[in-house]
DNA sequence: CGGACTATGTAACAATTATCACGGAAAGCC
DNA sequence: GGCTTTCCGTGATAATTGTTACATAGTCCG
């Protein structure tokens, strides 16, 4: 589908240049994609950049034994650098990106990743800058696994959950946390029991309410 | 120091255009840095990005409490991510950088970094196969962080380690193994002494020799 | 040679995390 | 309601990693 110029001068606004709304406009391709949809797979290349609108999606790194890691989530006005790194050097997929819920985006074709680079400075700016939180997610997901405990990272894992999602009430099982932790269910279980305890948190069947900030 | 263009053309022979090693020659301060020489540490600002043409470079990780996680090195050719980060948003590094041996490195500063960018393709194609080699490295860490257990962790460090130096006889200690491991020297001492039973090196004090392929 | 310092070895024990083996509770479905 | 599936709780036990506490051995240097 295609984009109206006034919904991106909005979107935008401050952000991007009129001439680059403009070809955003002309370009860019409006995606809606709903809860669960995979955006990306790893082995797959990738045509088009991804501008995140409204909504979120978690970027997730697999192992060889089905394992899949949380890095990061991507939200409004994000991009994902992975996709940047594999169009500009046309390589497959090294991550998985599923939405965490009903996601809107804007795809960008590849070409014009590259030609706007130089065309417009406010793109330049938006491609580095994305660049940059990129490694910054990446660097704070590795304080986590390898200086702090799994008490601490469940409890930070739950808390970024509740900021992506805007939300107190987290639905999700104990099981698909041990798999984005790298752990298994048990011990996942274990630890919510504790923080519980705790009252850090309330849980439900399917359901985790977090306490407090 | 000033570099010639006789030695960078040798340097980048194919990587660079022409016009561009002129510049290079220009603006690049060739800089050659002893073993354990600091490029850079965390908080610091950034004015220039090196690019390194021999010897080693090992970027470490912080933590709060002193230990210094090992991310990555950096070899023949190749730039820091951080640095290209840090000087096109002007903020401060969040990593140490340190020589693992005797290292050359043209810096280039921040200014020109952008400037080419557009000017030079191959400048802009350096740029961004630089990020994507450092997203590859990071997520490589992670993948050994998450996934695996110390014992192959250690084996994958020494392993790295000898395809950096050039050399199957490391000089390290097991204190130095276990910061950037970000673990306890005993522990490290233990897994050595496991992987020496094993025949897949041999200590000796200050030092480790690395057996088999 | 005699400290002083650094690096390593190692036992013993604690804490954390992983696995195995269930049982039971909630939700979905005829 | 009864059956099935999914999710959760939990004890028992093992494996891994962390900590404490020393002993020993090499190196440096006077």
Known sequence: MNISLNYLQETFK??????LLDD???????????????????GEFIRSVPIIIRGSVKILRPDQEGREALLYYLGGLDACAMSLTC??????SEI??????ETELI??????????LCRYSTWKQF??????????NLLTTIDEVTFHKLDERLLTYLQKKVQSCQCRELTITHEEIANELATSREVISRLLKQ???MNKLKLQRGKIEMVGA
């Open 14 to 19: 401050g952000q991007f240049e009129y001439a």
């Open 24 to 42: 955003l406009a002309k370009v860019g391709q409006q995606k809606i994609v709903p809860t669960g949809a995979y955006l990306i797979r790893p």
């Open 87 to 92: 169009c500009l050097g046309s390589r497959r």
């Open 96 to 101: 998985t990106a599923v939405a965490e819920e």
């Open 107 to 116: 795809a960008i074709p590849v070409d014009k990743v590259d030609e706007w």
């Open 127 to 136: 491609v580095f800058q994305t660049y940059q939180k990129r490694f910054d």
């Open 195 to 197: 923080l519980e305890k």
